[in-house]
């Protein structure tokens, strides 16, 4: 089983391709539905890969196939500009959700 790509940058594909990963640079939201409707139908792909900058562009989208198809499994990654979180998310998140500060 292959891990593929859909990315927004040309940076995102050359690094995940040293890696051995393929995939795809798109840019419209008409695009990313294309390509990720592409990809769900790949049996050969478990992993879709997706920068968070194109999951905000159709999160409706993601988040329903996220929720309704076992496979392939849909994961964000930052892009090269990083991503929207704090850098302390993760304990904000812990901190919250046990009220234990770390």
Request: proline fraction near 3%; include cysteine.
């Amino acid at each position: 089983m292959k891990y593929y790509l859909i990315s927004d940058n040309v940076d995102t594909q050359m690094g995940m391709r040293l890696a051995g990963i393929e995939g795809v640079v798109v840019h419209s939201e008409e695009h990313v539905r294309q390509e990720l409707h592409k990809a769900m139908e790949m049996k050969d792909v478990a992993v879709i890969l997706m920068t968070e900058t194109l999951v905000s562009k159709c999160p409706e989208l993601v988040y329903d196939l996220k929720l309704h198809r076992k496979q392939p499994l849909i994961v964000e990654i930052p892009d090269r500009h990083g991503n929207g979180r704090t850098a302390d998310s993760i304990t904000k998140y812990v901190r919250d959700a046990i009220g234990v500060k770390l």
